[in-house]
């Protein structure tokens, strides 16, 4: 089912032809500053999973959104006076600033992993931000290898690891600092580095005078950041592999149902997919879910889904919605 890769250098007429495919759902890995880019249309659910499917991925982690100008992704995300400060100071580069996600964002749920906050980025590459403009949407962009692989800095980087996979190359050389964005989470009062890269934290600190705490190592920086701000899970309790419903055991349930799941005697069904597919599933996950988490079911029940292609990312993220929640955060 991949589509046939086209490789362009870049012209007006790839530009074009990028930025329609983009907009028509289809992966385009683009140069930016830092490495190639796997795009999607950040609003767009099934796109967005096609980057999962790319790049075989066993879990799915949140995506950083790409825009052309700081009042671009300030359609999506909440800018606070710190955000204007580094946005200022460093768009477009290589700093991913973490922000409140706007009530009225079109970014997909799965791009943001169920998250009420979003990653926004402008990079500084002349043909990436182009590219922005004319697409006139948010692109969801990781690096563009395999999981496991190098960062690509090359087209045949991006060709020899994903050929197979996207639909098209923009072709735009050798990328510059191969090094990945910087990303600041300002979520709260506190600034927290969840990844050092391009940016350095002195940097940061010097722009905004004050403190900037790692995320990994600094006893100062909230309990197991990661895990508070990149793990969404719903309020209700969840229960994996529900084959069938228990009311004295679970109570009245909500099911999210996968193919030819038994359905009767839950209390509601929600759909992940009635076909049985896996990309299909994953693009409904955080949607649904959230759907899902409402006070009046006791519970939420997962039908079976098998361990193959993206399913194994849909449990991996289930089963970390169904462990204990002393880590996760009350929304
Ligand atoms: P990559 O797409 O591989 O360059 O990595 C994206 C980075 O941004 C990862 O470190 C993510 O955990 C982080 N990230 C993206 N979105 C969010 C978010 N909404 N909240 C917290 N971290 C995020
Ligand atoms: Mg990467």
């Given at each position: 089912m991949s589509p046939a890769l086209t490789i362009r250098p870049y012209s007006e007429g790839a530009l074009t032809q990028a930025a329609a495919k983009l907009r028509a759902g289809e992966l385009v890995a683009f140069p930016t500053e830092t490495v190639y880019g796997l795009g999607a249309d950040a609003t767009n659910d099934d796109a967005v999973a096609g980057i999962f499917a790319a790049k075989q991925r066993p879990s799915f982690n949140p995506l950083i959104s790409h825009f052309p100008d700081r009042d671009?992704?300030?359609r999506h995300a909440i800018f606070d006076a710190r955000a204007d400060k580094l946005a200022a100071a460093f768009w477009p580069g290589a700093l991913t600033?973490?922000?409140p996600k706007r009530d009225d964002s079109t970014v997909s749920h799965l791009t943001t992993a169920g998250l009420p906050s979003i990653a926004v980025r402008v990079?500084?590459?002349d043909m990436a931000r182009a590219?922005?403009?004319a697409v006139g949407r948010p692109i969801a962009a990781p690096s563009a290898n395999r999981s496991g692989r190098i960062s690509p800095t090359t087209a045949a980087h991006v060709a020899a690891s994903l050929g197979n996979a996207i639909g098209m190359i923009l072709d735009g050389g050798p990328c510059g600092v191969g090094l990945e964005s910087t990303v600041i989470d300002l979520t709260t009062d506190q600034v927290v580095m969840l990844r050092p890269g391009g940016i350095t934290r002195d940097q940061v600190a010097q722009v905004l005078g004050c403190d900037?705490?790692?995320a990994e190592t600094d006893d100062n920086a909230p309990k197991s950041p990661g895990m508070l701000t990149s793990h969404y899970a719903p309020g209700l309790p969840v229960r994996l592999n529900a084959d069938a419903p228990d009311q004295k055991k679970y109570g009245h349930e909500i099911l999210l149902a996968f193919g030819d799941c038994v359905t009767k005697g839950f209390d509601k069904v929600l759909w992940l997919s009635?076909?049985?597919d896996d990309r299909e599933a994953a693009a409904n996950l955080f949607a649904k879910l959230h759907e899902a988490d409402q006070p009046r079911f006791d519970g939420i029940a997962i039908a079976p889904i098998p361990d193959t292609g993206l399913g194994l990312a849909i449990n991996d993220r289930m089963?970390?919605?169904s462990a204990p929640r002393a880590l996760h955060p009350t929304p």
């Amino acid at each position: 089912m991949s589509p046939a890769l086209t490789i362009r250098p870049y012209s007006e007429g790839a530009l074009t032809q990028a930025a329609a495919k983009l907009r028509a759902g289809e992966l385009v890995a683009f140069p930016t500053e830092t490495v190639y880019g796997l795009g999607a249309d950040a609003t767009n659910d099934d796109a967005v999973a096609g980057i999962f499917a790319a790049k075989q991925r066993p879990s799915f982690n949140p995506l950083i959104s790409h825009f052309p100008d700081r009042d671009a992704a300030a359609r999506h995300a909440i800018f606070d006076a710190r955000a204007d400060k580094l946005a200022a100071a460093f768009w477009p580069g290589a700093l991913t600033l973490v922000l409140p996600k706007r009530d009225d964002s079109t970014v997909s749920h799965l791009t943001t992993a169920g998250l009420p906050s979003i990653a926004v980025r402008v990079p500084a590459h002349d043909m990436a931000r182009a590219l922005l403009r004319a697409v006139g949407r948010p692109i969801a962009a990781p690096s563009a290898n395999r999981s496991g692989r190098i960062s690509p800095t090359t087209a045949a980087h991006v060709a020899a690891s994903l050929g197979n996979a996207i639909g098209m190359i923009l072709d735009g050389g050798p990328c510059g600092v191969g090094l990945e964005s910087t990303v600041i989470d300002l979520t709260t009062d506190q600034v927290v580095m969840l990844r050092p890269g391009g940016i350095t934290r002195d940097q940061v600190a010097q722009v905004l005078g004050c403190d900037v705490v790692m995320a990994e190592t600094d006893d100062n920086a909230p309990k197991s950041p990661g895990m508070l701000t990149s793990h969404y899970a719903p309020g209700l309790p969840v229960r994996l592999n529900a084959d069938a419903p228990d009311q004295k055991k679970y109570g009245h349930e909500i099911l999210l149902a996968f193919g030819d799941c038994v359905t009767k005697g839950f209390d509601k069904v929600l759909w992940l997919s009635k076909t049985g597919d896996d990309r299909e599933a994953a693009a409904n996950l955080f949607a649904k879910l959230h759907e899902a988490d409402q006070p009046r079911f006791d519970g939420i029940a997962i039908a079976p889904i098998p361990d193959t292609g993206l399913g194994l990312a849909i449990n991996d993220r289930m089963k970390r919605a169904s462990a204990p929640r002393a880590l996760h955060p009350t929304p």
